[in-house]
């Protein structure tokens, strides 16, 4: 299968202004993605980039929330870097979750993109508020690390490392995993993981 150079380049232009290295990574993610060409959460994808972000010294922040698009609000994951939206889960997500895709038309990437720019809506949202039976309710209060231990559909750890293209031997994965444990899910507008 080719690589879909139209979304990297996308991709590209919208980090121009964040550096090599982390826009090396949100492509590499998104290769990793598209190459599976399935429904990819969310949650997963947006907790495996802020782990290899926060291993390589950034800040991001995880939102849990609310999207709204072509007239349909959905519960979503998504990164805030420093304001900004890193939301690259929501192309897969509306090419091939099976209700979504069903609803509306696919959107592409969001990549540091400030809020008022993005082609949809976010919102913050509490679950206690809205969707009280999602699936995303049942990670709130976890670490990372617990999210990692019931991750299913991934091997998160392994995913960090082959984005960050360093080895997934076990005193990497190790370092990862105790870096997870540092941070908790919340259910808090903006603030959804701080340490401990």
């Known amino acids: 299968m080719s690589k879909d150079y139209e979304t990297i380049h996308l991709i590209q ?3 121009e202004d964040v550096g ?3 826009t090396n990574l949100v492509v590499r993610m998104y290769n990793r993605l598209e190459k599976k060409q399935r429904y990819a959460s969310g949650l997963s994808t947006s907790i495996t980039l802020f782990l290899a972000m926060k291993y390589l010294g950034y800040n991001p922040l995880l939102i849990l929330g609310t999207v709204r698009l072509q007239g349909v609000s ?3 994951a998504w990164l805030d870097l420093y304001g900004n ?5 929501i192309a897969e997500d509306t090419k091939y979750h099976p209700v979504l895709s069903e609803k509306v038309k696919p959107v592409k990437v969001q990549c540091c993109r400030s809020y008022d720019e993005a082609e949809l809506d976010y919102f913050d949202f509490q679950f206690s508020d809205m969707w009280p039976m999602h699936g995303m309710k049942q990670v709130v209060g976890k670490t990372l690390a617990e999210y990692i231990n019931s991750a299913e559909e991934i091997d998160i750890l392994a995913e960090v490392c082959d984005i960050l ?7 990497n994965g190790k370092k990862i995993y105790e870096m997870a444990k540092e941070y908790k899910i919340y259910d808090t507008a903006k603030e959804v993981y701080v340490n401990g």
Do not use: G, R, T
Not at 85 to 89: F, G, L, R, S
Not at 165 to 171: E, F, L, R
């Open 165 to 171: 293209n360093i080895s997934a031997i076990v005193d």
């Open 13 to 15: 232009e919208q980090m």
């Open 85 to 89: 939206i890193v939301d690259i889960a």
């Open 74 to 76: 959905f519960p979503h």
């Open 20 to 22: 090599d290295e982390l």
